[in-house]
């Protein structure tokens, strides 16, 4: 059965490949596929086969609109492969990977900088423990994305940069120790007391703290073979403390020109720590750092005697990556048919890499010398893919959206903007040169789609707009927004710094606009509400900060906006006070009167933020002037004739 309200997405990638610059990667519950999340706001599934030699690219996700911070599983059951994506604009995704559905979606005011799962005591599910920007640690619902309660701090909250989660053996709660970015260790006690009283009070304060040498540290992790030692790793070094008072066994330097990311034990004596130039260093821990030894701790309070770390192994690829961007690493001990250790990979390119983490009996270790980085041995990854490379192995390149009505011409068609216009089922595409092709969409998918042998016969019909002398950059169908707009009409905007207003039914070019001094970036319609003037007119925003009303009707700019000294990041209406309201890129709101063009105030801040919140809220339609002298003399004041109109008319409906 049909529904006009059903839309079915189709997409036609084209000879290359979509770009996927991984931002966070993880392994799934069955360990049989890898995620990765990129900083466009997709995630990718990769499958794994048994042996863990091979990985193939299943499917891409896509739900979020800004880059992913963090990956984290959402549920400990097989027939449930759920995981929750976290992205960097508060948005929240469940998703299934199984068949790639979106179960459940929250924005929350908290940007996440680390999400792990965790089964508190007397709990049968995961609850998501968060950490971010800002100074609490959420526990949340995985289920429904809801806080359940904070754990907060009393003595110097700042953001918490790392934590984790301990469960002693002869204990029945819960330990979270956290590190914020000024450096201050904190720790929290889950019992089941405490956690009842979290539940009912929604918040929970620290037990002690302790001021550590230790600046916005990148993960902290604890020893899971003692529970004795917690490696804590910053850009610059990495450290070992005692557990128990947070005293500093150990510590090294990052290497020349690279930064930690982050790492894990091992063992009790070794652990493993990733750069930011995608590679992974094995360290054999010295006695003192190491809690069977009988020299544990013998060089507390005198860090001159610390023995360094010894450097025994490096796991690196064998060609030439440069790093546009911090790659995403993680380490997992796998259990799928052998227990094996596993470090991944993903980078600004989009490829994966899995390596298996070498064991090194202590007779090999006698002979490594920490004496420089190259004489340690390389480990290569076990497997590596990447898009690039799927898109390689296939037998012939996917369709793209012009492939075969662009076949005739010898240089491709790279199309830089694309709208579709559902009420004459048609799709619109900007190109590289300047033109604007208009084509039937379902045909054109269906001539991609099916290598029919007689394609040209079928060569759908399609339009060619030519008029811009440089790179078409947005487009706009305004009868999509509303039906005040000529369905005839298109707007397109390019780098030539035009906006040109076209006819799609015959083709032609009706007026170019001349109006900005750099590239056209967004093209919108006023809501509803607005004067009649406004409301036949298009917003377009330029790369020179500025933005401008142009009228269609009219054919001229009735609005130019040009003193925002920043890039323009929003455009936010209020259109019952007939104002137009510009947020920029360093918090600065302008607010403008959209009629008359009058700058009515510049506000920072605070007031800025709560400006624009203000501009989200839903104004009822009957809104009522409580104060009309006070409205008068502001309207006097701001020249703004919208509020004359507002007042008479209401006078009017009075008198009726």
Not at 11 to 38: A, F, N, V
Not at 179 to 189: A, Y
Not at 323 to 344: S, V
């Amino acid at each position: 059965m049909s529904s006009h309200n059903l839309v079915i997405p189709v997409m036609l990638w084209g000879s290359k490949p979509p770009t996927h610059c991984i931002s966070s990667i993880m392994l799934s519950h069955s360990q049989k596929q890898i995620i990765t999340g990129c900083n466009d706001g997709q995630l990718v599934v990769w499958e794994l086969d048994k042996d863990w030699k091979q990985m193939t690219c299943r499917c891409m996700m896509m739900g979020h609109t800004s880059a992913i911070t963090c990956l984290s599983k959402a549920s400990n059951k097989d027939d449930k492969p759920y995981i929750v994506s976290s992205a960097e604009n508060g948005e929240m995704v469940v998703w299934d990977i199984t068949d790639g559905r979106c179960i459940e979606k929250a924005k929350l005011n908290y940007v996440h900088s680390n999400v792990q799962p965790y089964q508190l005591t007397g709990h049968k599910d995961f609850k998501l423990i968060c950490n971010g920007y800002y100074p609490e640690i959420l526990v949340m619902d995985p289920v429904h994305l809801e806080v359940l309660f904070f754990i907060s701090s009393k003595v110097t909250p700042d953001w918490i940069s790392a934590l984790c989660i301990l469960r002693p053996i002869k204990r029945e709660d819960d330990i979270v120790v956290a590190i914020s970015s000024s450096g201050v260790v904190k720790v929290w006690t889950l019992g089941q007391n405490e956690l009842k009283i979290a539940m009912e009070t929604k918040e929970m304060f620290e037990d002690e703290s302790k001021q550590i040498r230790c600046l916005n540290a990148q993960t902290l992790t604890h020893c899971a073979y003692n529970q004795r030692t917690v490696l804590i790793v910053c850009s610059k070094y990495w450290q070992v403390y005692d557990a128990g008072d947070f005293s500093l066994l150990c510590s090294e330097s990052s290497r020349r020109g690279e930064r930690w990311l982050g790492g894990q034990f091992l063992s009790m004596d070794r652990v493993i720590v990733w750069s930011d130039e995608g590679r992974g260093y094995l360290y054999k821990l010295p006695k003192n750092a190491v809690s069977n030894e009988t020299m544990y701790r013998a060089s507390v309070g005198n860090e001159a005697t610390n023995e360094a770390p010894m450097l025994y192994n490096v796991l690196d690829t064998s060609h030439k990556r440069v790093m546009k961007c911090a790659p995403a690493m993680a380490y997992y001990l796998g259990t799928r048919e052998k227990a094996c250790k596993l470090l991944f990979c993903g980078d600004c390119c989009g490829r994966v890499c899995v390596w298996h983490v070498p064991e090194v009996q202590e007779q090999k270790l006698l002979l490594v010398r920490q004496e420089s980085f190259e004489k340690a041995q390389v480990c290569l990854p076990k497997v590596t893919s990447s898009l690039e490379e799927c898109w390689r192995s296939l037998d012939s390149p996917p369709p793209g959206i012009l492939d075969q009505l662009m076949a005739d011409n010898h240089t491709p068609a790279h199309v830089t903007a694309t709208m579709f216009i559902p009420s004459h089922g048609r799709l619109v595409c900007g190109l590289q040169n300047g033109s604007v092709i208009i084509i039937p969409s379902t045909q054109t998918v269906i001539t991609g789609l099916l290598e029919a042998q007689n394609h040209r016969a079928s060569m759908p019909e399609r339009k060619f707009l030519k008029g811009h002398r440089g790179r078409v950059t947005s487009l706009l169908y305004p009868f999509n927004d509303s039906t005040r707009y000529e369905p005839q009409h298109l707007v397109s905007g390019g780098t030539d710094f035009s906006v040109i207003l076209w006819d799609i039914f015959v083709g032609a070019k009706l007026h170019e606009f001349s109006i900005h001094g750099g590239e056209i970036t967004q093209l919108l319609t006023p809501p509803e509400g607005c004067n009649v003037r406004i409301l036949s007119c298009v917003c377009s925003v330029a790369s020179d900060h500025s933005v401008a009303l142009i009228s269609l009707k009219e054919r001229k700019c009735i609005t130019l906006a040009s003193q925002h000294l920043f890039p323009v990041k929003e455009i936010k209406w209020r259109p019952m006070d007939d104002f137009l309201v510009v947020s920029c890129t360093d918090d600065t709101v302008y607010i403008w009167q959209m009629e008359t063009g009058h700058l009515d105030r510049v506000v920072h801040g605070v007031t800025g933020r709560e400006i624009l919140k203000a501009c989200d809220e839903n104004n009822n339609s009957g809104e009522q002037l409580t104060k009309p002298m006070i409205s008068i003399t502001q309207a006097f004041r701001r020249r703004n004739l919208a509020t004359f109109r507002n007042l008479a008319s209401q006078r009017l409906q009075f008198n009726c």
